[in-house]
């Protein structure tokens, strides 16, 4: 079935880039997603990329996308204390009603 | 903006009992969804909806029932808590016109004890 994997944690220091990877199943899948969670908060959408791109650049964030290895990645240039958060890949399932799987989260922390 | 609101933010049952975990948006979405989030794991879909009057289960719907009677409000019905219903759940929604962007509840933590 379905299934979007992610390491759990991710160090990095302030300042550094923050690359944080994702696997996915479902070759079908028509966008992909990148979420971050706040403590105590929802999930708020970062950006997303369309199947057929291989990368998308939104000021400091950088998509890349493998099809053909189903590798999804979230670069983070300048990363900041305030990047610290929960981090989660998301693929669109081709069901009828666009269900998102997600990943299990990857944590980012940024430290002095 | 209100968004999406859930009430309550916290919430400790005992076994056995039963509650409603409210969600109403004022988007005018047509989709709306309920997820929980276990530790360590990625959301799992409880039910979704993608009207008024329409509902359909998601990935782990036991134990859990749903309504829409209206396009603001889906709450989300525990009728017999269990200990494994113990999570953070959250409500999302979205328009339902092609890809677009869920809108994520600040989430309800429920403890079942």
């Known amino acids: 079935g379905e299934d979007v994997e992610q390491s759990l944690f991710l160090s990095v220091r302030e300042g550094d880039s923050s690359v944080i990877n994702c696997t996915y199943t479902?070759?079908?899948?028509?966008?992909l997603y990148w979420y971050k969670q706040e403590p105590g908060a929802g999930l708020q959408l970062l950006t997303y990329?369309?199947?057929?791109?291989d990368m998308k650049q939104d000021q400091r964030l950088t998509v890349l996308l493998n099809k053909k290895d189903k590798h999804l990645s979230l670069r983070i240039a300048d990363t900041q204390t305030g990047d610290s958060a929960i981090y989660f890949c998301?693929?669109?399932?081709?069901?009828?009603?666009?269900?998102?799987?997600f990943g299990a989260g990857t944590r980012l922390a940024v430290h002095p | 903006n209100a968004g999406v609101t859930q009430t309550p933010k916290f919430r400790i049952l005992k076994i056995g009992q039963s509650m409603t975990l409210q969600c109403t948006q004022d988007m005018n979405h047509n989709y709306m969804y309920w997820y929980r989030q276990d530790p360590g794991m990625g959301l799992k879909l409880i039910y979704y909806?993608?009207?008024?009057?329409?509902?359909d289960k998601g990935e782990v719907p036991n134990g859990y029932n749903v309504s829409r009677s209206t396009t603001e409000d889906f709450p989300l019905r525990l009728e017999l808590a269990a200990p494994s219903q113990t999570s953070v759940y959250f409500c999302?929604?979205?328009?339902?016109?092609?890809?677009?962007?869920?809108?994520f509840g600040s989430g309800t933590q429920l403890s079942v004890l």
């Open positions: 999302a929604s979205r328009t339902g016109t092609g890809n677009e962007k869920l809108f």
């Open positions: 479902d070759s079908s899948s028509t966008y």
């Open positions: 998301a693929e669109s399932s081709t069901g009828g009603y666009n269900k998102l799987i």
């Open positions: 909806s993608v009207g008024a009057g329409i509902t």
């Open positions: 990329i369309f199947s057929n791109m």
